[in-house]
């Protein structure tokens, strides 16, 4: 995990960064192969469709790798951006805000989602548990806590774990699994 987040989230220096991103950068290809990494994690219950359909024999999660990459890399790519920790706005579109700390010292794209929600007569309280992709190929499980009032919000995101047990992805169903 080194070099993955710095002291208190703080960003990575441009050059150092630029110069990162040109080596990690994510291609179909390296896409298709952390695809193949994270669908090793999960059961094999999640690809019975997969396999069934196939049906000769061949590796289901290798087809779902192939698959999902083909479908969702360009979308993927261009939505790529720094995820700030923190962020909001007032409701009005006219004043949103995110903090200067990065979560990742790469950019990454969401790729999956659950939502929890508490509705109260003044407030909205959600809990996400969200799945991130990162640009060096890495997938992170992320918690966003946001409160909303009067169509403004305010919104946290902590790293839960970067994913590479199965026990990390417990909560992301491959069928879930796009660009958000």
Known sequence: MG???YAAGK???????????????LTEDKMREC??????????SEFDDSAEFLGDGSDPREYEAENYSSQLFHSIKKNMKDVMMMEGD????????????????YPACKIGCEIRELFSDNFV????????????????????VSIGKDGGRLSYRFVDTYIKNPGDIQRFSIKHLKCL
Do not use: H
């Open 11 to 25: 960003r990575k220096p441009k050059a150092a960064r630029e110069k990162d991103v040109q080596e990690e950068g």
């Open 35 to 44: 695809l193949l990494r994270l669908f090793r994690l999960y059961e094999d």
């Open 125 to 144: 309280l959600c809990l996400e548990s969200e799945m991130w992709i990162l640009e060096n190929g890495e997938f992170a499980s992320v918690y966003c």
């Open 90 to 105: 007032d409701g009005t579109g006219k004043e949103p805000f995110a903090m200067t700390d990065v979560l990742f010292c």
């Open 3 to 5: 070099g993955i987040r």
